[in-house]
């Protein structure tokens, strides 16, 4: 897995504007190495498909775009990927820390072009949904 590792250069939790340090390609071309990259708390209800957030995964933070959101009776859960990666992470919703603050209008494309890699995920995440509900 290519993930995107960050530190936190703020470490309060609030409103307030926070910073991560990029370490990593997983973001490529619109994040690169050593970039500050800013972000804000949200809950997960405020993402929508394209954004990119700020995840901890495994005392890990992650910056990936957001692929999808759903539900298994009352657990949220995000699908996410890095813009290089090709097999989005599903993480539950406390996962998340923040939103990434950054017009990235140049690179907003949620998949690809290729429509085989675009049919391709979308059978990955119904995949990933059908074994969550019969797992919880």
Known sequence: RNKLKMNLENSDYNDKIRFVKV????????????MLVPFKSVSHAA?????????????ELLVHRIIDK???????FIVHKGDVSLIPLVAHS?????KVIIDD????????????????????????????????
């Open 94 to 98: 406390n996962s998340l820390i923040g």
């Open 70 to 76: 759903f539900k298994v009776k009352d657990k949220t």
């Open 23 to 34: 370490k990593g390609n997983c973001m490529l071309p619109l994040l690169r190495e050593n």
């Open 47 to 59: 993402l929508t498909k394209g954004d990119i957030a700020v995840l901890k995964l495994n005392n």
């Open 105 to 136: 209008s140049r690179f907003s494309e949620v998949f690809p072009q290729n429509i085989h890699l675009k049919l391709r995920l979308r059978i990955i995440i119904i995949r990933i949904k059908f074994i969550l509900k019969n797992l919880i």
